[in-house]
C-alpha cells in the first residue's frame, strides 16, 4: 500500500470514528438550562488529529464530519452554527499548538469556548439581537468542562497511539 492510499484509509476511518462519535452525541440529551449544551464527543477525533496529523487533516476531517452529521441528523442552519464554532475552535487550538500557548487540555478547553462563541455570534446574526448571549454563560461553563475531558481523553489517547506505533516499530 502507498503512503496516498494508506491516508486516505486512515482519513476515512477518523471521518467515520467522528461520525459514529458525532450520532452517540444526538442520542444523550443534555440540557443544562440552555439549548446547545452537547459533549463535544466528535471533537475528540479532531484535537487528536490535529495534534498528531496536523491542522489541514484537523481542517479536511472536520468539515466532512459537520458536513455528514448535518446532513444525516441536522440541518442547514445546523451545518452553519457548527462551522461557525469549528472555524474559530480549530484556529484557536491550532494557535496553541504551533505556539506551545498550553497543552493539550488546555487548548481544547479554548477550543470548547470559542466554539461556543462562534456560534453565539452566528446566532446574534441569524435572529437580529444580542438576546441570545444571556445563555453565554452556561455555554460557556459547559464548552470548558466539555473541552475538559475532551481535551484529557485525547491527550491518553495520543500518548497510547504513540507507545502502540512505537511497539510496532520494534
Not at 444580542?130 to 454563560?137: K, L, N, W
Amino acid at each position: 500500500m502507498n503512503i496516498r492510499t494508506g491516508r486516505t484509509a486512515l482519513y476515512g476511518l477518523l471521518i467515520a470514528l467522528a461520525f459514529i462519535f458525532g450520532y452517540i452525541e444526538t442520542l444523550i440529551p443534555v440540557y443544562l438550562g440552555a439549548p446547545g449544551v452537547k459533549l463535544g464527543l466528535a471533537n475528540l477525533v479532531t484535537i487528536i488529529v490535529l495534534y498528531a496529523l496536523g491542522f489541514l487533516p484537523a481542517v479536511w476531517i472536520s468539515l466532512a464530519r459537520i458536513l455528514l452529521i448535518g446532513f444525516t441528523f441536522g440541518s442547514m442552519s445546523t451545518i452553519l452554527f457548527s462551522l461557525a464554532g469549528a472555524v474559530l475552535s480549530l484556529t484557536v487550538m491550532w494557535i496553541c499548538r504551533r505556539f506551545s500557548l498550553v497543552d493539550m487540555v488546555g487548548a481544547s478547553i479554548l477550543g470548547g469556548v470559542f466554539h461556543n462563541i462562534g456560534q453565539f455570534l452566528v446566532a446574534a446574526y441569524v435572529v437580529r439581537t444580542f438576546g441570545v448571549f444571556s445563555y453565554m454563560p452556561v455555554l460557556l461553563f459547559a464548552g470548558t468542562a466539555a473541552g475538559g475531558v475532551i481535551g484529557l481523553l485525547g491527550g491518553m489517547i495520543l500518548k497510547r497511539l504513540r507507545t502502540a506505533l512505537k511497539d510496532l516499530e520494534r
